[in-house]
């Protein structure tokens, strides 16, 4: 939101001298955050002249000039460029070549050292014959609007300043803004009135509600002031959430508008400056009070509307609203049947209306609309209709101010990629007593800058749902008067209900001492209305603050006003006995490790399509169950991950595109693995009570399984290119390392063994296992936790990754399962070992790994480590077979071995490997 200075100026008190970056520190003080501040463009010498003569000279291009002489300074005054190192003559040649002067007219004369929009500097330059020693200026040039056909004339304002004053700041041109964020709860500062609001609460400053200062006349439709049966009525048969479309409606009427007057400059400089351009003279009247008050504001051309308006849902296919009634016959924009695809519209999207920015958009059956006799000429809240746009001939002005759902804003504003500034406030939760006096200054601005007369009563409508789910309408008779006359009238239809607020309650809450006076007078400072109770306070929260809902908002109020840097500062002391779990310390120890080998840690977007999680989520690549979104941000990626890889492939590809070639990248995260044919979900665990230890069991049974893995990508070169040594790119052998560095940081044992899997390359794939002797983690014995290999080419080719692509990926929760306790260090061993090797014969198709295991098995607690060092195949073995040779070492704690000793123990692992697998010793 941005706040010009002078706009704010006019509603809280704002000190001499006050800067933008006061009133930043000011509205920080009371929660909103600082974004930037806008200056205005134009500064320098920018005064009042006064043309006294000029000549036309015809130009050899067909053109004309006039060679100008403007006062620009009282006679015997210095004109203002003097303290910009000007010459300071009252009276100045100018060159210009508009025609839409005369001798006498007061202009707008830029001097010597002013800087216009753009940093266009005025400096005395040689044209057409002259030295022109300054610019007489069009509104486009200041700023001011796109008008570029003259200059700006001051009378055409009707405006008569005097000789040598400054323009800039008779214009507005001289002003600045500042610009805060607005979270979503706080909709009301999406205003000046709120702002200024807010800045009283911070400094204490006088704060003068214009709501309660301007007047709320103007007149309503009626059909005795136009001679027309017209006619308000909210019919919202499908309300969300038992809440109706529209709360209030109020309408106005302004006619004899001349809509071709232009907008004055200090309106067109506030709107430029909230970051606003301005449009037209009606169109620019609401946009202001829209800023000014935060009530949106939509004028139709009334002589193009039809018949009274009707706020309700868009129709069906039949003519039918949401809840199934026949609402409108005739013109209603409906499909003759299926679309070029042969689809038929399963949701019922057939009202269609073309919208100010001239786009055909298909209404929703959840849409609220505007509609007159011919069909919708609104997206209420959001947009106008193109139909009844106001434009330069527009002669009698019809003018809305509603309250209408934020939920049902928010989801048209979303459905049709249409936000806007409207929208915007409306699903932030807009104030429903102010409608009546925005309309009302929406009036007096048109009567007093556009020439219109207003009707000399008005009315609005008011709605609600009651207990049945039906609208209930209430028409309010309402003559002159503010917003009390309004708030008044609708007290009967207020939803706002009294808050308990239990005594000591908001000192408990947020740790410092708050007096009992203290407390009301935040509250009654924000608003509220205040009654006393046994033990407590009945506080009913001001209109414009539907984001105050229960005792826990009202604490917040008061520690906002009172001041957050009261709040002591105390470190809540941690419990003794407690630090990282298991789980935590295997998660941290495996990502050091990976950190400290060179690998670097990223994070993805969990979000995929259907076909890649299945090629990722299973071994065969087949169909797996999946996490499908309910509301997801892209239609085509709206399913869950099964896997970290394809994340992990994004990242490569993207670095990769960016020159960075050599990568090692991991990831730790959640993957979703529904099971099949079970239906997750929960219903809503009430707010403002902990949840009960069987509510939380429900709860985490209701969601899928998630488990957390670790995953890698190696893509280029593990070795550069030096001299004398060649490149090596990363391959399986890569990730095969980086799992044992996983397995050795988390102190468990990982088998490895040939296998396939559909996104990885049939002949450079390896399935991971885990394998311990262990009770507790016997659960995880010969089960396959993951897969680590080489990426198939053409996957890789799919992510935009040429070459070889190492990657690996592990389920961690079984690794932080099965790793129970850190693995303590063992002492150095002082006995000699004994070191022998075997070579095994053994059918190809037998895994190395259990051969080893095997051998291990067999040779006892005297080997200490195996390790295959060498496979062999072809001459000199039978067909089908291959050596597989080990290296053994052996030790024993309390004795030097012999080599006897030794022997023994490995012909004990080779009788068991020969007992297992048919191993025979190669000769």
Same mark, same amino acid.
């Given at each position: 939101?941005?706040?010009?200075? *002078?706009?704010?100026?006019?509603?809280?008190?704002?000190?001499?001298?006050?800067?933008?970056?006061?009133?930043?520190?000011?509205?920080?003080?009371?929660?909103?955050?600082?974004?930037?501040?806008?200056?205005?463009?134009?500064?320098?010498?920018?005064?009042?002249?006064?043309?006294?003569?000029?000549?036309?000279?015809?130009?050899?291009?067909?053109?004309?000039?006039?060679?100008?002489?403007?006062?620009?300074?009282?006679?015997?005054?210095?004109?203002?460029?003097?303290? &910009?190192?000007?010459?300071?003559?009252?009276?100045?040649?100018? =060159?210009?070549?508009?025609?839409?002067?005369?001798?006498?007219?007061?202009?707008?004369?830029?001097?010597?050292?002013?800087?216009?929009?753009?940093?266009?500097?005025?400096?005395?330059?040689? #044209?057409?014959?002259?030295?022109?020693?300054?610019?007489?200026?069009?509104?486009?040039?200041?700023?001011?609007?796109?008008?570029?056909? /003259?200059?700006?004339?001051?009378?055409?304002?009707?405006?008569?300043?005097?000789?040598?004053?400054?323009?800039?700041?008779?214009?507005?041109?001289?002003?600045?803004?500042?610009?805060?964020?607005?979270?979503?709860?706080?909709?009301?500062?999406?205003?000046?009135?709120?702002?200024?609001?807010?800045?009283?609460?911070?400094?204490?400053? +006088?704060?003068?509600?214009?709501?309660?200062?301007?007047?709320?006349? /103007?007149?309503?439709?009626?059909?005795?002031?136009?001679?027309?049966?017209?006619?308000?009525?909210?019919?919202?048969?499908?309300?969300?959430?038992?809440?109706?479309?529209?709360?209030?409606?109020?309408?106005? =009427?302004?006619?004899?508008?001349?809509?071709?007057?232009?907008?004055?400059?200090?309106?067109?400089?506030?709107?430029?400056?909230?970051?606003?351009?301005? @449009?037209?003279?009606?169109?620019?009247?609401?946009?202001?009070?829209?800023?000014?008050?935060?009530?949106?504001?939509?004028?139709?051309?009334? %002589?193009?509307?039809?018949?009274?308006?009707? =706020?309700?849902?868009?129709?069906?296919?039949?003519?039918?609203?949401?809840?199934?009634?026949?609402?409108?016959?005739?013109?209603?924009?409906?499909?003759?049947?299926?679309?070029?695809?042969?689809?038929?519209?399963?949701?019922?999207? @057939?009202?269609?209306?073309?919208?100010?920015?001239?786009?055909?958009? #298909?209404?929703?059956?959840?849409?609220?609309? @505007?509609?007159?006799?011919? !069909?919708?000429?609104?997206?209420?809240?959001?947009?106008?209709?193109?139909?009844?746009?106001?434009? *330069? #001939?527009?002669?009698?002005?019809?003018?809305?101010?509603?309250? &209408?759902?934020?939920?049902?804003?928010?989801?048209?504003?979303?459905?049709?990629?249409? $936000?806007?500034?409207?929208?915007?406030?409306?699903?932030?939760?807009?104030?429903?007593?102010?409608?009546?006096?925005?309309?009302?200054?929406?009036?007096?601005?048109?009567?007093?800058?556009?020439?219109?007369?207003?009707?000399?009563?008005?009315?609005?409508?008011?709605?609600?749902?009651?207990?049945?789910?039906?609208?209930?309408?209430?028409?309010?008779?309402?003559?002159?008067?503010?917003? %009390?006359?309004?708030?008044?009238?609708? *007290?009967?239809?207020?939803?706002?209900?009294?808050?308990?607020?239990?005594?000591?309650?908001?000192?408990?809450?947020?740790?410092?001492?708050?007096?009992?006076?203290?407390?009301?007078?935040?509250?009654?400072?924000?608003?509220?209305?205040?009654?006393?109770?046994?033990?407590?306070?009945?506080?009913?929260?001001?209109?414009?603050?539907?984001?105050?809902? %229960?005792?826990?908002?009202?604490?917040?109020?008061?520690?906002?006003? @009172?001041?957050?840097?009261?709040?002591?500062?105390?470190?809540?002391?941690?419990? $003794?006995?407690?630090?990282? #779990?298991?789980?935590?310390?295997?998660?941290?120890?495996?990502?050091?490790?990976?950190?400290?080998?060179?690998?670097?840690?990223?994070?993805?977007?969990?979000?995929?399509?259907?076909?890649?999680?299945?090629?990722? !989520?299973?071994?065969?690549?087949?169909?797996?169950?999946?996490?499908?979104?309910?509301?997801?941000?892209?239609?085509?990626?709206?399913?869950?991950?099964?896997?970290?890889?394809?994340?992990?492939?994004?990242?490569?590809?993207?670095?990769?595109?960016?020159?960075? +070639?050599?990568?090692?990248?991991?990831?730790?995260?959640?993957?979703?693995? $529904?099971?099949?044919?079970?239906?997750?979900?929960?219903?809503?665990?009430?707010?403002?009570?902990?949840?009960?230890?069987?509510?939380?069991?429900?709860?985490?049974?209701?969601?899928?399984?998630?488990?957390?893995?670790?995953?890698?990508?190696?893509?280029?070169?593990?070795?550069?290119?030096?001299?004398?040594?060649?490149?090596?790119?990363?391959?399986?052998?890569?990730?095969?390392?980086?799992?044992?560095?996983?397995?050795?940081?988390?102190?468990?044992?990982?088998?490895?063994?040939?296998?396939?899997?559909?996104?990885?390359?049939?002949?450079?794939?390896?399935?991971?296992?885990?394998?311990?002797?262990?009770?507790?983690?016997?659960?995880?014995?010969?089960?396959?936790?993951?897969?680590?290999?080489?990426?198939?080419?053409?996957?890789?080719?799919? &992510?935009?990754?040429?070459?070889?692509?190492?990657?690996?990926?592990?389920?961690?929760?079984?690794?932080?399962?099965?790793?129970?306790?850190?693995?303590?260090?063992?002492?150095? $061993?002082?006995?000699?070992?004994?070191?022998?090797?075997?070579?095994?014969?053994?059918?190809?198709?037998?895994?190395?790994?259990?051969?080893?295991?095997?051998?291990?098995? /067999?040779?006892?607690?005297?080997?200490?480590?195996?390790?295959?060092?060498?496979?062999?195949?072809?001459?000199?073995?039978?067909?089908?077979?291959?050596?597989?040779?080990?290296?053994?070492?052996?030790?024993?704690?309390?004795?030097?071995?012999?080599?006897?000793?030794?022997?023994?123990?490995?012909?004990?692992?080779?009788?068991?490997?020969?007992?297992?697998?048919?191993?025979?010793?190669?000769?």
């Amino acid at each position: 939101m941005r706040v010009p200075l *002078s706009w704010l100026a006019e509603y809280v008190d704002l000190a001499p001298g006050t800067t933008p970056e006061d009133v930043h520190a000011a509205l920080v003080k009371v929660g909103f955050e600082e974004e930037d501040i806008h200056r205005s463009d134009v500064t320098g010498p920018v005064v009042v002249g006064e043309v006294l003569e000029f000549a036309e000279e015809p130009q050899s291009n067909g053109k004309s000039i006039r060679w100008c002489q403007v006062r620009v300074a009282k006679p015997g005054e210095k004109a203002a460029d003097a303290a &910009f190192g000007g010459t300071g003559d009252e009276v100045r040649g100018i =060159v210009c070549g508009a025609k839409n002067f005369a001798v006498g007219d007061k202009v707008i004369a830029t001097l010597p050292g002013a800087v216009l929009p753009g940093g266009f500097a005025i400096t005395p330059r040689k #044209t057409y014959g002259h030295t022109s020693d300054g610019m007489l200026a069009s509104a486009k040039e200041l700023g001011l609007g796109d008008d570029h056909s /003259g200059i700006l004339v001051w009378s055409t304002l009707g405006l008569d300043p005097e000789i040598g004053t400054d323009a800039a700041g008779l214009l507005g041109l001289d002003d600045s803004a500042v610009e805060i964020n607005v979270t979503p709860d706080r909709g009301y500062a999406f205003s000046i009135r709120g702002v200024a609001r807010e800045y009283a609460h911070a400094t204490g400053a +006088t704060f003068r509600d214009p709501a309660h200062h301007l007047p709320a006349t /103007g007149g309503a439709h009626t059909a005795e002031a136009f001679g027309t049966d017209f006619s308000v009525t909210i019919d919202d048969a499908a309300p969300i959430r038992n809440r109706a479309g529209a709360s209030v409606f109020v309408t106005r =009427v302004v006619t004899g508008v001349d809509a071709t007057r232009p907008t004055p400059g200090w309106m067109t400089s506030r709107l430029r400056l909230a970051g606003v351009r301005p @449009i037209s003279l009606v169109v620019d009247i609401t946009n202001y009070v829209m800023f000014e008050l935060g009530q949106p504001i939509h004028g139709y051309d009334l %002589d193009k509307v039809t018949g009274g308006l009707t =706020v309700r849902r868009a129709l069906t296919a039949d003519g039918r609203d949401a809840a199934g009634r026949v609402v409108a016959e005739g013109d209603v924009s409906r499909p003759k049947g299926p679309d070029s695809a042969g689809r038929v519209d399963p949701k019922g999207r @057939i009202e269609t209306l073309t919208t100010l920015d001239e786009q055909v958009r #298909t209404l929703h059956a959840e849409d609220l609309v @505007i509609a007159d006799s011919s !069909g919708a000429i609104g997206l209420a809240g959001v947009m106008g209709g193109a139909s009844t746009e106001i434009t *330069s #001939t527009t002669k009698n002005v019809l003018i809305e101010a509603a309250n &209408f759902d934020p939920v049902s804003i928010a989801r048209s504003a979303r459905r049709h990629k249409l $936000p806007s500034e409207a929208s915007r406030r409306f699903e932030r939760g807009v104030d429903p007593a102010v409608a009546e006096v925005a309309a009302g200054r929406v009036v007096q601005l048109l009567v007093d800058l556009a020439g219109g007369v207003a009707a000399d009563h008005g009315s609005y409508v008011v709605g609600r749902v009651d207990p049945k789910g039906r609208i209930e309408t209430k028409a309010v008779e309402i003559s002159t008067g503010s917003i %009390d006359g309004a708030s008044g009238s609708m *007290s009967d239809w207020s939803d706002r209900e009294p808050i308990e607020l239990p005594d000591g309650f908001v000192s408990g809450l947020i740790g410092y001492n708050y007096t009992p006076e203290q407390v009301r007078s935040s509250l009654a400072e924000i608003g509220g209305q205040i009654a006393e109770a046994k033990g407590a306070l009945m506080v009913t929260p001001p209109s414009w603050r539907p984001d105050i809902t %229960d005792k826990w908002t009202l604490a917040e109020e008061v520690a906002r006003i @009172i001041g957050f840097d009261v709040i002591p500062a105390m470190l809540p002391v941690a419990p $003794p006995g407690r630090g990282y #779990t298991v789980a935590q310390q295997v998660r941290r120890r495996v990502s050091n490790g990976l950190a400290s080998a060179g690998h670097t840690e990223t994070l993805a977007y969990p979000f995929f399509d259907e076909a890649t999680n299945n090629l990722f !989520g299973s071994v065969a690549g087949g169909e797996v169950p999946q996490v499908r979104l309910a509301n997801a941000l892209d239609s085509e990626q709206g399913w869950m991950r099964t896997s970290l890889l394809p994340g992990l492939l994004q990242t490569a590809a993207r670095n990769r595109s960016r020159g960075f +070639t050599d990568l090692a990248i991991f990831e730790q995260g959640l993957v979703f693995r $529904p099971v099949a044919g079970v239906t997750y979900g929960h219903a809503m665990l009430p707010a403002g009570t902990r949840p009960t230890d069987t509510q939380i069991s429900e709860l985490n049974a209701s969601i899928p399984p998630q488990p957390r893995h670790i995953a890698g990508v190696l893509v280029g070169d593990a070795v550069l290119r030096e001299p004398g040594q060649k490149a090596v790119s990363f391959d399986w052998q890569d990730a095969l390392a980086a799992v044992s560095q996983i397995a050795s940081a988390a102190g468990v044992h990982i088998v490895v063994s040939q296998a396939t899997h559909a996104s990885f390359h049939p002949g450079r794939c390896a399935a991971l296992t885990l394998r311990s002797s262990s009770s507790a983690e016997g659960a995880y014995r010969d089960v396959v936790i993951g897969y680590a290999g080489e990426i198939l080419p053409t996957v890789a080719d799919a &992510f935009n990754l040429s070459g070889r692509v190492a990657a690996y990926e592990l389920d961690l929760d079984a690794i932080a399962a099965a790793a129970g306790e850190p693995v303590a260090a063992e002492p150095v $061993p002082a006995m000699t070992a004994a070191t022998q090797d075997v070579s095994l014969v053994v059918a190809t198709e037998i895994p190395a790994a259990d051969v080893e295991a095997a051998l291990v098995e /067999g040779a006892g607690d005297l080997l200490e480590h195996a390790r295959l060092v060498d496979i062999y195949q072809g001459e000199g073995l039978p067909a089908g077979t291959r050596s597989l040779t080990f290296a053994l070492r052996f030790r024993a704690p309390d004795r030097t071995l012999t080599q006897a000793e030794a022997t023994e123990a490995k012909q004990a692992g080779v009788a068991l490997a020969a007992e297992r697998f048919g191993a025979a010793i190669r000769d």
